[in-house]
């Protein structure tokens, strides 16, 4: 048990490799670099299982108080080939802003807010987390990350479930961030 | 999507049915098997209520271009009152899950549903229904309940029957819950505006209140061929 894997806290898990052509620990650096300059930095992802209105908004709200809510990273190999430089960035996707110059965001709908990016490696025991918000609200989380299933708003819970149909399942976290405010955007228009 | 047109076009049958938001088009699915004799029993008439005016437009012009005069649209929100003048034989309904509320907005759709009937007719209702997670349970008995509270009862319940590969919820199936109304039945008040906060906080999931009266289309002259933003042209060399 770490800092991050408390009872009753929430962690936003993501699994992270290649994307928009560039290597991850081309990311790595490109991210640590933006939030050296600008005091944060984009984490650009896509798919609706941490879109940032419906779900990791809320998720952030029920959480807030209880602590940071890290974003948990599992280092995979994967293709990723979209393209593209975000110009503007939105909590509702009804108002829109410019994304900071010393920002980068490439081949994403959405992007997490985040700070502290650092190499850190642990196991998350995903029988020991549930879904927090969604219609997967209550699922076990080894359950809900499997396939093409590869992000999750997740609760720490006290101890993990134990069933006979299954071994625990436990994931080596690569690297972790601190999320804030306002934790999740929308993205859109070209640089 | 397909089994479910056909299920709705025999429940239905010759009957005026009235669908309360139609994110699925399985409105357009029902009057397009019917009307090109795929099958030979479907509703007399068919009205898709949606907030969303591209939903609209495009079931709209569908039956226009198909040339099929019993289905029709209206741009609607279900926060508003529902007082057709001529009242449906049924409702069909796929609302928010309704995981975050117990299913108060799940009810929401149903109360409109029930007040298109003029609270004497019958619903067909897709709501979640996975033996997994507690969430579908407390939803199906919240939507049974307050059925039961409008003077409907449950006729029939098909388990488990659809799958919606949702990137967020894989795994979760739904059922079609049909609810019929007891002989005589009347409405219990006025249809009247969805007001209460505690009723809507929750609408569309955790902390996600409606905000939205109208989803308004933006007139395009292209419209039904790719936007020309997706492309452009890059001509040979001999073309000058």
């Known amino acids: 048990m770490n800092k991050i894997i408390k009872p009753g806290s929430g962690v936003l898990f993501m699994k992270i490799g290649t994307h928009a052509n560039e290597t991850l620990a081309d990311i790595i650096a490109r991210k640590e670099a933006e939030i050296r300059d600008a005091g944060f930095g984009m984490w650009g992802y896509g798919g609706n299982t941490c879109h940032p209105s419906s779900m990791v908004q809320p998720f952030a709200k029920a959480f807030a108080d209880r602590g940071p809510i890290y974003l948990c990273m599992e280092a995979m190999e994967s293709n990723h080939f979209a393209e593209g430089v975000a110009a503007e960035y939105s909590l509702d996707s009804q108002e829109w802003m410019k994304i900071p110059d010393a920002i980068e965001v490439r081949g994403s709908k959405y992007a997490m807010i985040i700070e ?55 994931i080596t976290i690569d690297f972790v961030a601190r999320t804030r405010a306002p934790y999740a955007v929308f993205l859109r228009g070209q640089r | 999507m397909v089994l479910q047109s056909e299920m709705v076009a025999d429940w239905a049958d010759g009957k005026r049915l009235a669908f309360i938001g139609d994110g699925d088009a399985i409105s357009v699915s029902v009057a397009y098997l019917r009307a090109r ?49 001529v009242p449906f034989d049924c409702f069909y309904t796929n609302p928010p899950w309704g995981a975050s509320n117990n299913g108060a907005s799940v009810n929401c759709f149903v109360e409109r549903g029930i007040e298109a009937t003029h609270h004497l007719g019958e619903g067909m209702v897709v709501i979640a229904d996975d033996d997994e997670l507690p969430w579908p349970k407390y939803v199906l008995a919240s939507v049974q309940g307050f059925a039961a509270e409008q003077g409907f009862y449950v006729s029939r319940m098909q388990r488990k029957l659809h799958e919606y590969h949702l990137d967020d919820a894989p795994d979760l199936k739904s059922c079609n819950l049909y609810l019929t109304a007891l002989p005589g039945n ?36 292209d419209y039904g061929v790719a936007h020309e933003d997706e492309y452009e042209l890059e001509y040979l060399e001999s073309v000058s």
């Open chain 2, 37 to 85: 004799n795929v099958l030979n029993y479907g509703p007399s008439q068919i009205t898709v209520f949606d907030f969303d005016e591209r939903t609209v437009e495009a079931v709209k012009n569908f039956a226009d271009r198909e040339r099929i005069p019993n289905l029709d649209a209206q741009l609607y929100n279900v926060l508003d009152a529902m007082n057709p003048p």
């Open chain 2, 186 to 221: 009347k409405a219990r008040a006025p249809s009247a505006p969805f007001t209460d906060p505690g009723r809507l906080e929750n609408f569309y999931g955790l902390s996600q209140p409606p905000k939205v009266r109208y989803v308004r289309a933006r007139r395009r002259l």
């Open chain 1, 116 to 170: 502290d990016l650092h190499e850190e490696r642990f196991k998350l025991p995903l029988d020991q987390t549930r879904v927090l918000v969604g219609p997967s609200l209550g699922r076990l989380g080894s359950r809900y990350v499997k396939g093409r299933v590869d992000k999750a708003c997740l609760e720490i819970l006290e101890a993990p479930e134990l069933a006979n149909d299954a071994k625990p399942r436990d």
